[in-house]
Nanobody
Framework: QVQLVESGGGLVQPGGSLRLSCVASRSIFDFSYMGWYRQAPGKERELVAS???????YYAASVKGRFTISRDGAKKTVYLQMNSLKPEDTAVYSC??????WGQGTQVTVSS
């Protein structure tokens, strides 16, 4: 059974950085699409960044230039590097893969 496990969240001050990891139990190239999503309390879940098996990436306008999605096939991991974090980035970040479903999520809190 496919498993997706996110990690790397935590508490960080505005302007700080975090790197989230989504580790899959199988080759990440088995998934045609993988994405990072986030959901803050009272808000809809939104797509933050995604990557297709061919390497094409997408970023939400709110994070473009600050976040970077990348992958390491050998480690079966997709990363989300988050720089210049803002309080509005506070949310539970979850990984989703086509055909694999959701990971459990990891909390990111940006606060002074």
């Amino acid at each position: 059974q496919v498993q997706l496990v996110e990690s790397g969240g935590g508490l960080v001050q505005p302007g700080g950085s975090l790197r989230l990891s989504c580790v899959a139990s199988r080759s990440i190239f088995d998934f045609s699409y993988m994405g990072w999503y986030r959901q803050a309390p009272g808000k809809e879940r939104e797509l933050v960044a995604s990557i297709y098996s061919g390497g094409t990436t997408y970023y939400a306008a709110s994070v473009k230039g600050r976040f970077t999605i990348s992958r390491d096939g050998a480690k079966k991991t997709v990363y989300l590097q988050m720089n210049s974090l803002k309080p509005e980035d506070t949310a539970v970040y979850s990984c989703w893969a086509s055909g694999g479903g959701w990971g459990q999520g990891t909390q990111v809190t940006v606060s002074s």
